[in-house]
């Protein structure tokens, strides 16, 4: 059976680390979603680019990577356990007809749970000095007309120590940066909240238009500025 998460490198004390929850499009072959194959490859099933940018991360840039092997659409590893889109029936407009009626508690134990703990215990052996929590959007929602012109994002609760730092250093890159935009991480961060937060780790949210992360150039560019501002803000907040 194909593990929920892949793991690259090793967490060294005082590092960093990064996290990308929906890096993968994978579905299990027992699992049908219903729904066209050209579809999974779209924004509703990954965050297009972050797999790549997190194993640039881990192979060149000394940041090991917990890196999620399932899509979204079969379990959303950033949502609570009794958040509707933990197994989401609809995505930006597109019905998901294998979710409807899914025994959750079997995706739960299959999937959701397997994934935090074997990412507690990663981070818990290491306690790294900044998680770097990686997704991507999509320039377009299909559902809604919504500008989004942010290259960027940086995303945080209530912890906003990281993101404070960050910020500016993203814009004196010329890049566009959203504020807990084009997503609230008060709304969207269970994975940060249980890991971070809760234990008192320091992270950082990011986002990347999904526009800007699909060539190999891009993704390496990507990593590259990420791994320079990682280092910038654990240095800073250290």
């Given at each position: ?28 072959q027992d699992i049908d979603l ?205």
């Amino acid at each position: 059976m194909k593990a929920t998460y892949r793991q690259l490198g090793t967490p060294k004390p005082g590092g960093i680390v990064c996290v990308a929850d929906h890096a993968s499009n994978h579905v299990p072959q027992d699992i049908d979603l219903g729904i066209p194959a050209r579809l999974l490859e779209d924004h509703i099933a990954v965050d297009i680019g972050t797999e790549a940018i997190a194993e640039i991360l881990a192979r060149d840039h000394a940041i090991p990577a917990h890196i999620a092997a399932i899509s979204r659409l079969v379990c959303d590893f950033n949502r609570e356990e009794t958040a509707p889109g933990l197994v989401p029936d609809t995505s930006d407009g597109h019905l998901i007809p294998g979710n409807i009626g899914v025994d959750r508690e079997a995706r739960l134990t299959r999937f959701h749970r397997p994934y935090h703990t074997r990412l507690e215990q990663w981070l818990a052996a290491a306690e790294p000095a900044l998680i770097l929590s990686l997704h991507s959007f999509t320039p377009q929602l299909a559902s809604r007309e919504e500008a989004r012109p942010w290259q960027v994002g940086v995303l945080y609760n209530q912890d906003d120590r990281a993101a404070r730092i960050a910020i500016p250093l993203l814009a004196a890159q010329g890049l566009i940066v959203g504020d807990n935009l084009p997503y609230s991480g008060r709304d969207l961060n269970y994975t940060m909240n249980r890991h971070a937060e809760l234990a008192d780790r320091r992270y950082l949210g990011i986002e990347i238009r999904q526009d800007l992360a699909r060539t190999p150039a891009d993704h390496a560019r990507w990593a590259a500025l990420l791994a320079d501002l990682a280092q910038r803000v654990a240095s800073t907040l250290t």
